[in-house]
């Protein structure tokens, strides 16, 4: 059974940086990508940052330039860099790895890990 661990969240004040690690159980190559999602109160899950296995990476507009999402395949590890916190980007953040079968995808999650901007 494949584990996703995050940290690294807390609270910060608006402009400030915080880094979210996700450790995962087995080897993270096995996976065709990972990424993070958030969730605010009232609104669906987003993807923010995305990483393939290959290194390619994937943001949204709302985060381009601000968040940096890495890998340290050593270590297991997927980390999430975010600069210039704006209170918009409170969230519960989540880990997420997926790998593609025959038979479809699958997809794992973190328990996530709470992320607090004031103003």
């Known amino acids: 059974q494949v584990q996703l661990v995050e940290s690294g969240g807390g609270l910060v004040q608006a402009g400030g940086s915080l880094r979210l690690s996700c450790a995962a159980s087995?080897?993270?190559?096995?996976?065709?990508?990972m990424g993070w999602y958030r969730q605010a109160p009232g609104k669906q899950r987003e993807l923010v940052a995305a990483?393939?296995?290959?290194?390619?990476?994937n943001y949204p507009d709302s985060v381009k330039g601000r968040f940096t999402i890495s890998r340290d395949n050593a270590k297991n590890t997927v980390y999430l860099e975010m600069n210039s916190l704006r209170p918009e980007d409170t969230a519960l953040y989540y880990c997420?790895?997926?790998?593609?079968?025959?038979?479809?995808?699958?997809?794992?999650w973190g328990q996530g890990t709470q992320v607090t901007v004031s103003s």
């Open positions: 087995g080897n993270i190559v096995n996976f065709n990508a």
């Open positions: 990483i393939t296995r290959g290194g390619s990476t």
């Open positions: 997420n790895a997926h790998r593609l079968t025959s038979m479809g995808r699958n997809d794992y």
